[in-house]
């Protein structure tokens, strides 16, 4: 895919760019090297003051930035505003936390000391998504850049002016040159990128044959990887939910980001008692979205954000339908030019269907029925995919169950699943390993040093 700019609304063509070259590549990376000796050195005072200078230029550019993600991958203007935000959150939930959760740790021993150390290990090369162009970024490189490394972005082909003005940004913020760098190289390019030695780990959030690929190189190399890989997330309904509320949050979760998104709500399964009922008020409230321009204030869906996920979504609605699924609505393009898909509903989807067994990026929900908790926990499990969950029910005997019994990296009861700077994220199975965002995804990309003192001065004794 060439590196360029792409309006899905209209499929213009605004801006293109050429990639790095050898010579330009290994300036860059001789430059993290450098970037990073300095940035380890500092306090966590020094790097949170940049951080939260970082989230102040945020701020100021939020709507620049914004209309930036519209333009590059269709999001609606609202949507884009409020990722810019969200990113200054995360800069500021780790300048104030930083330090807390990175100071040593005591461990009882014998000795006459001991304990854990967190210590920094260098660039980590972040190979990211265009579907959140900014905060994919914001919540590997906030963390990362606070416990003293340094950063490199290969951002997708389709928003490369996003992965510039997130740089720009990081400089704004007093951030050195070399200590956050964006990369303009092509998919071919990475693998050298990976495999380098000045390179000490890499995260990535993307498709499986993307992930597997990062780790396969990495592992070549002994590197660390934390992977992101998407997901087929169940929205589970029981018979004591309130109706109103799971079909209102339960049409947002499935429409986020234009249903671009690896935590939306992909497959709704519903307690049979109330599946009709569920069905009829769904189907209604899809039908009642604005699909248009993303950058007007009214516009619920915009354009997806090439026209190949247009194409890929359309055949695995048709796919299914010729399976035996039953289309309630929607499940076709819509307008003349842009990328514009119609919301869409499925029921009566046979377990062999694609909208069962794939994840479906773009605007389809996909509907199927149960009988009771343990077929619903059953159902939910029956994927490659385990990233999130969200589940309604009155019954806390009943949310414990599904808590307990649901494969995921995380389960949300009566809420939609989101990621927050305070918890971590990330999947099981398929869905990929390691955490971001919390506690445990800033000692991700950290050296968990061990360090025992005995007596100082006092003869040693033998030991293992």
């Known amino acids: 895919m060439a590196i360029a700019t792409i309006d899905p609304t209209t499929g213009e063509t605004v801006r293109t760019f050429e990639a790095l070259d050898e010579p330009e590549i290994e300036k860059k990376l001789q430059r993290s090297v450098e970037a990073f000796r300095r940035n380890r050195r500092r306090s966590f005072a020094e790097r949170a003051s940049r951080m939260r200078k970082t989230a102040e230029a945020l701020d100021r550019r939020q709507n620049e930035f914004g209309r930036l993600m519209t333009l590059e991958m269709g999001k609606t203007l609202k949507a884009a505003v409020a990722e810019v935000k969200k990113c200054a959150l995360a800069c500021r939930y780790y300048a104030d936390h930083a330090q807390e959760f990175l100071a040593d740790e005591a461990v009882p021993t014998e000795a006459e000391q001991s304990f854990i150390r967190y210590e920094p290990i260098g660039p980590v090369l972040a190979v990211m998504p265009w579907n959140f162009p900014f905060w994919q970024v914001f919540r590997f490189a906030a963390p990362a850049l606070m416990a003293g490394n340094v950063g490199l972005l290969k951002h997708a082909s389709n928003v490369p002016q996003c992965a510039l003005a997130i740089e720009q940004a990081f400089v704004e913020g007093g951030f050195d040159a070399g200590e956050f760098q964006t990369l303009l190289i092509t998919s071919e390019q990475v693998q050298r990128v990976v495999e380098d030695d000045r390179v000490r780990a890499a995260t990535l959030t993307g498709s499986e044959p993307a992930g597997a690929s990062v780790a396969s190189g990495a592992a070549k190399r002994i590197k660390k990887v934390v992977l992101e890989l998407g997901g087929s997330d169940p929205f589970i309904v029981m018979q004591s939910a309130n109706l109103a509320e799971a079909v209102k949050i339960g049409v947002q979760a499935r429409i986020v980001n234009n249903g671009q998104s690896c935590i939306a709500a992909k497959r709704f399964i519903i307690h049979r008692d109330i599946a009709d009922e569920f069905e009829k008020r769904f189907v209604e409230a899809m039908n009642k979205l604005k699909i248009g321009d993303p950058l007007e204030e009214t516009t619920d869906i915009g354009p997806l954000a090439t026209p190949q996920i247009v194409t890929d979504i359309d055949k695995q609605v048709q796919r299914s339908v010729a399976a035996g699924a ?16 119609a919301p869409t509903v499925l029921s009566n989807i046979p377990s062999h269907a694609p909208a069962a067994r794939e994840e479906t990026f773009g605007p389809v929900a996909s509907m199927f029925r149960v009988k009771d908790a343990a077929e619903a926990i059953a159902v939910a499990n029956n994927t490659n995919f385990g990233l999130g969950a969200s589940v309604w029910t009155s019954d806390r005997e009943e949310a414990n169950r599904f808590i307990d019994g649901i494969e995921s990296g995380q389960v949300f009861v009566n809420a939609m699943v989101a990621s927050d700077p305070r918890v971590p994220f990330g999947g099981v199975k398929h869905s990929g390993f390691g ?30």
């Open 326 to 341: 039953r289309l309630l609505t929607g499940g076709k393009r819509i307008g003349q030019r842009g990328n514009f898909y």
């Open 435 to 464: 955490r971001e965002l919390g506690v445990y995804g800033i000692r991700e990309f950290v050296n968990i040093k061990t360090v025992w003192i005995g007596r100082i001065g006092a003869g040693g004794t033998e030991t293992e």
